[in-house]
């Protein structure tokens, strides 16, 4: 993970189980990561912002429940690794702001994502 300009980028997705908001094991690794990232760069920001996007499959308001639920369990891990709460803000889209265009391959996995968005 590392702090480029206005965000937070991880270099693999977050995963989550199927149709849930449990982190697998990998992704506390990615987590850790962040988390060592906030607190060296403690300084830089006000508030990160955990932004939940999942793909198209399902209604909309399954959706975006599962995406605020997965960026509160991003969120509760992070705080779990010594960063602030209030430093801290999980917000859901569901399918709202897809990275890239359905027609791309593999567009439903990179739609599915957690994002860090610094405020400074």
Not at 67 to 83: D, E, N, T, W
């Amino acid at each position: 993970a590392v702090l480029n300009g206005n965000r937070i980028e991880v270099m693999h997705a977050i995963v989550f189980g199927e149709n849930s908001a449990r982190l697998l094991p990998e992704s506390k690794k990615i987590l850790d990561e962040v988390a060592q990232v906030m607190k060296k760069n403690r300084d830089s920001y006000r508030k990160i912002l955990i932004d939940g996007h999942t793909n198209k499959v399902g209604s909309h308001a399954s959706n975006l429940k599962l995406s605020i639920a997965r960026a509160k369990a991003v969120k509760s891990y992070l705080v779990y690794q010594g960063i602030a709460a209030n430093t801290l803000e999980a917000r859901g889209f569901g399918e709202k702001k897809p990275k890239v265009s359905y027609m791309e391959p593999g567009a439903y996995e990179i739609n599915r994502r957690v994002e860090f968005n610094v405020i400074k």
